[in-house]
């Protein structure tokens, strides 16, 4: 029954993720970029001033949840976590170097993506009474383009609420085990227990509860990560630019194949690069702009620079600064995968306890975030198809609960590749509202940065 479960997400897979999916994620990024005045490069130095220039700046005074920056580390919870070391690990275990290139390029054009959805979602967000905001590409869907394709919003709900399970949930969990069985010889079983009391005792509280948690993991674990990184990169720096050149080039020329199968690993660094790409990033997806609506912020542009930061640091650098220590170290040509395969980069440099620990530790914190943020996310869309409010916000978060011991004792490929799948199916209704709300976005931003008053959207949906 398993096997044959297997072979139909395989096949589903194999659909999902084909060529009209990769160029519809990246068609759109660049459509939303040309749109925007390609905003993520012309506004680079706006978008500069406005996040990191502002970290702990409240803003201006608006409803909302949570802080600005609270609302970022919340979505960055949901991006910047083991999709950044061992997503990264795994898209150059299957497509070579030259996945990395198209990570990147996913990373670029998803700056612009990230911005439309975080506008889109912010600028029809919603409060029922006595619950948090609601915003995201149901919203959007429904408020945007009106109630007759509330079926849309609905499928994106039902694809998120699933999805959340497994890139927000059982990968993470299975990541953490898989390292703390390697690093401390911990029973997976034991990992995800643990995991399941703790993300218990935050995601209980709801969104506020989680902003909290989340401001102090996500800054502390990326200050640890890029530390232990720079130090490597630092150390192999006049290697870098050889490191870089080989990048592109397997983009565009097998990798260690030959004869007939030489055109099947080039497309396979662009099927992983990308995959992996939108898995850590997110762009595309429209799951981050539940987590900006809830924003304290005047403005649905200037929550979007937030977006473009997300990405902007969640593929560039961090994602960047994985595969330059994968490759530098010679890490990629062991045979491992996945989580295994960054702990032996980082081991090869600092030695294999030293390495096996820093990024063990930092896998444990990301993934803890990941799954309380994609619990929101979760939770969130199962409101908007199901109502009840909070009677069904805590139905979910404690079904959501088992999910992570399950896949605590899961195995990888499967688990990444049911991932990869349900990701792929949450885009397809978002994306379609993204480029049917283009001259949303556009007209929004264009007052922005003339600084016209901001007008709420006129509808009742």
């Known amino acids: 029954m398993t096997d044959k479960l297997i072979a139909i997400n395989s096949t589903i897979n194999s659909l999902v993720w084909g060529p009209p999916m990769l160029i519809a994620l990246i068609g759109v990024g660049l459509y939303l970029t040309y749109r925007t005045g390609f905003i993520q490069f012309s506004k680079f130095g706006l978008m500069c001033r406005e996040t990191m220039g502002k970290m702990l700046h409240r803003g201006p005074k608006a409803e909302g949840d949570v802080t600005p920056f609270q609302a970022l580390t919340v979505a960055m919870g949901g991006t910047v976590g083991v999709g950044n070391i061992a997503g990264v690990a795994t898209a150059i275990a299957a497509g070579g170097p030259g996945a990395v290139f198209w990570m990147l390029v996913s990373g670029l054009v998803g700056m612009a993506t990230k911005y439309a959805e975080v506008v889109l979602g912010f600028h029809y967000r919603k409060r029922d009474p006595g619950q948090p905001m609601m915003g995201g590409p149901m919203m959007y869907i429904v408020r945007g383009l009106g109630p007759k394709w509330k079926w849309l919003a609905v499928m994106f709900c039902v694809f998120g609420a699933l999805a959340a399970l497994g890139i927000g949930n ?15 010889g911990v029973k997976p079983s034991i990992t995800g227990a643990a995991m399941l009391v703790l993300v218990g005792l935050v995601t209980i509280g709801g969104i506020k509860r989680i902003a909290n948690v989340a401001m102090f993991c996500v800054p502390f674990m990326c200050a640890i990560y890029i530390l232990g990184a720079i130090v490597i990169i630092g150390a192999h720096i006049t290697r870098v630019p050889s490191i870089l050149a ?14 007939g199968a030489a055109g099947i690993m080039v497309r396979m660094a662009i099927k992983k690069g990308i995959a992996r790409g939108v898995f850590s990033n997110e762009a595309g997806l429209g799951s981050a702009p539940m987590a900006h609506a809830t924003a304290m912020t005047d403005h649905p542009a200037r929550q979007g620079l937030w977006g473009i930061f997300e990405v902007f640091f969640d593929t560039i650098i961090m994602c960047t600064m994985t595969a330059l220590v994968i490759l530098l170290t010679g890490a990629h040509e062991t045979g491992l995968n996945g989580a295994p395969l960054t702990m032996n980069a980082f081991g090869r440099f600092f030695g294999t306890r030293t390495g096996d620990v820093i990024v063990t530790f930092c896998m444990i914190l990301t993934a803890y975030d990941t799954i309380i943020a994609w619990c929101f996310y979760g939770e969130t869309c199962t409101v908007f198809v199901l109502g009840h409010g909070s009677m069904v916000r805590q139905v979910y978060r404690i079904v959501w609960l088992p999910f ?6 899961g195995k990888l490929d499967v688990i990444w590749n049911v ?21 949303v976005v556009v007209k929004l931003t264009k007052g922005f940065l003339k600084k016209e008053p901001y007008t709420l959207p006129e509808t009742d949906a």
Do not use: H, R
């Open 419 to 439: 991932a990869d799948t349900l990701n792929g199916l949450m885009a397809i209704p978002n994306l379609i509202a993204l480029v049917a709300l283009t001259g």
């Open 170 to 184: 059982m990968t993470q969990a299975q990541a953490v085990a898989a390292g703390m069985q390697q690093t401390f």
């Open 246 to 259: 080989m990048i592109v080039k397997y983009a565009f020329t097998p990798y260690s194949v030959a004869g």
């Open 404 to 409: 992570i011991l399950i896949g605590a004792m």
